[in-house]
């Protein structure tokens, strides 16, 4: 059974710092990509960060510069550094990971930035 676990999310005040993990477990075969997304009320899901196998990054506009993504892939987690957190940050940030013929996603995890 496949699971994504997630941890790291909570309430920060803005300008504060939060850190992501998801690790996962089950999966049979090499991990792709493994990302985050995140979806704030009312809103569609959207990508914040993605990296590679080989650790190619990439971020959305919004996050450029205040997030950092990582992964350990002897642990198959994947991590979202983020700093200088805004409330527009606020969101439940989703974990995602593809193999060659699956799309996996965590619970989520709730991000709150407020003063």
């Known amino acids: 059974q496949v699971q994504l676990v997630e941890s790291g999310g909570g309430l920060v005040q803005p300008g504060g710092s939060l850190r992501l993990s998801c690790t996962a477990s089950?999966?049979?075969?090499?991990?792709?990509?493994m990302g985050w997304y995140r979806q704030a009320p009312g809103k569609q899901r959207e990508l914040v960060a993605r990296?590679?196998?080989?650790?190619?990054?990439s971020y959305a506009d919004p996050v450029k510069g205040r997030f950092t993504i990582s992964r350990d892939n002897a642990k198959k987690t994947v991590y979202l550094h983020m700093n200088s957190l805004k409330p527009e940050d606020t969101a439940v940030y989703y974990c995602?990971?593809?193999?060659?013929?699956?799309?996996?996603w965590g619970q989520g995890t709730q991000v709150t930035v407020s003063s």
């Open positions: 990296i590679t196998r080989g650790g190619s990054a």
């Open positions: 995602n990971v593809k193999t060659l013929m699956n799309d996996f």
């Open positions: 089950g999966i049979i075969g090499s991990i792709g990509d």
